[in-house]
């Protein structure tokens, strides 16, 4: 996620990373103003080995970072959202549950 962000967000660019927590939760933002992603890739961008149209095939990586991150988020029983449009960035919103024993 940190590093997609930072990967597909141009020179001079805003990559913003906030943590804070709700009544719930603890939440993970990481927000860009990138190239974003396309409204028919986002049903699939946390699928191993999907990389989206041809203008990403030229940024390296193999497609599989996102399914690891989805993967051990899952294993924390966390959640994770996102938020997309072409040209105006991503937000990534990770929610992991607060443990009502540890208070």
Same mark, same amino acid.
């Given at each position: 996620m940190f590093s #997609?962000?930072? =990967?597909?967000t141009e020179p001079n660019g805003r990559v913003l990373i906030q943590l804070?927590? #709700?009544d719930k939760n603890i939440v993970v933002e990481v927000c860009d103003n990138g190239m974003g992603i396309k409204d028919k890739d986002l049903p699939f961008i946390f699928e191993r080995l999907?990389?989206?149209d041809i203008s990403r095939q030229q940024i390296e990586g193999n497609g599989i970072g996102?399914?690891?991150v989805k993967n051990i988020l899952?294993?924390? #029983?966390?959640?994770?959202?996102?938020e997309s449009k072409e040209g105006n960035g991503s937000k990534f919103t990770i929610y992991?549950? =607060?443990?009502e024993a540890s208070k």
């Open positions: #997609n962000a930072i =990967k597909f804070f927590e #709700n999907y990389r989206g996102l399914t690891i899952q294993l924390h #029983n966390a959640v994770m959202d996102v992991f549950a =607060k443990n």
